[in-house]
T-cell receptor
C-alpha cells in the first residue's frame, strides 16, 4: 500500500449539490495531482498542485477547484454536481515534479451523483 | 495534445503463460516517459514499469518487460509466467515532461485463469 489516503471512499450526492474530496499525500511529497476516472475509461487529469499553488489544469470546467495545504494534503471541490460527474476520483502524490519521481496513487473516492 | 490508444479491451491468459498488451501513442514531443500501471479491484493504481523515451534499451522489471518502438510510437507490455495476482486492468500512460502529468489509455482488462 502507498502512503496516500483518500476520504471518503464512497459518496452519493444529488445533482446540483457541492462535494469536497480529500487526499492525504505520502509523507514528504509536495505535489498532488487529481484525476477523474469514469466507468470503463482511463483516468483523466483534472489539475495539479505543487507547494500550494495550482500548477496545471486539464480540460475541466471552473466548478472543479482545489486546494493544497501547508502539510501538502489536498482537497478537490466540485460545485453544481452533474450526473456525468459520477466517477472514481484519484489522487496521486509525488516528491517534486517529473517522471523521475514516481507518483503514488490513493485508492480513490467513488462519487455517485443521482 | 497527446493521445494514448489501447486497442485490446480484454485479454485472457492461463497461469504460467506469456501475454502481451498493446499500446500506441501520438505526440510531437521528443522527450517523454511512458508507463504501464496496474489497477486491481482494490482500485489503487500501481506502477508496473517505466520507460524513458531517450533510452533505446527496453525496460524490464522481473516478469514484466516492454517493447518500446519510438519511431512507430508503440509501447507494448509483456508479462511472463503470468500469475493469478496479475488479474487487473492495465493502463498505458504518457508523461509530457513539461507538465509532469499523465495521459492514460482506456485500459486493457487482463484475466489470468488457473
Amino acid at each position: 500500500e502507498t502512503g496516500v489516503t483518500q476520504s471518503p471512499t464512497h459518496l452519493i450526492k444529488t445533482r446540483g449539490q457541492q462535494v469536497t474530496l480529500r487526499c492525504s499525500s505520502q509523507s514528504g511529497h509536495n505535489t498532488v495531482s487529481w484525476y477523474q476516472q469514469a466507468l470503463g475509461q482511463g483516468p483523466q487529469f483534472i489539475f495539479q498542485y505543487y507547494r500550494e499553488e495550482e500548477n496545471g489544469r486539464g480540460n475541466f470546467p471552473p466548478r472543479f477547484s482545489g486546494l493544497q495545504f501547508p502539510n501538502y494534503s489536498s482537497e478537490l471541490n466540485v460545485n453544481a454536481l452533474e450526473l456525468d460527474d459520477s466517477a472514481l476520483y484519484l489522487c496521486a502524490s509525488s516528491l517534486g515534479q517529473g517522471a523521475s519521481t514516481e507518483a503514488f496513487f490513493g485508492q480513490g473516492t467513488r462519487l455517485t451523483v443521482v | 495534445a497527446q493521445t494514448v490508444t489501447q486497442s485490446q479491451p480484454e485479454m485472457s491468459v492461463q497461469e504460467a503463460e506469456t501475454v502481451t498488451l498493446s499500446c500506441t501513442y501520438d505526440t510531437s514531443e521528443n522527450n517523454y516517459y511512458l508507463f504501464w500501471y496496474k489497477q486491481p479491484p482494490s482500485r489503487q493504481m500501481i506502477l508496473v514499469i517505466r520507460q524513458e523515451a531517450y533510452k533505446q534499451q527496453n525496460a524490464t522489471e522481473n516478469r514484466f518487460s516492454v517493447n518500446f518502438q519510438k519511431a512507430a510510437k508503440s509501447f507494448s507490455l509483456k508479462i511472463s509466467d503470468s500469475q493469478l495476482g496479475d488479474t487487473a486492468m492495465y493502463f498505458c500512460a504518457f508523461m509530457d515532461l513539461r507538465y509532469s502529468t499523465l495521459t492514460f489509455g482506456k485500459g486493457t482488462m487482463l484475466l489470468v485463469s488457473p
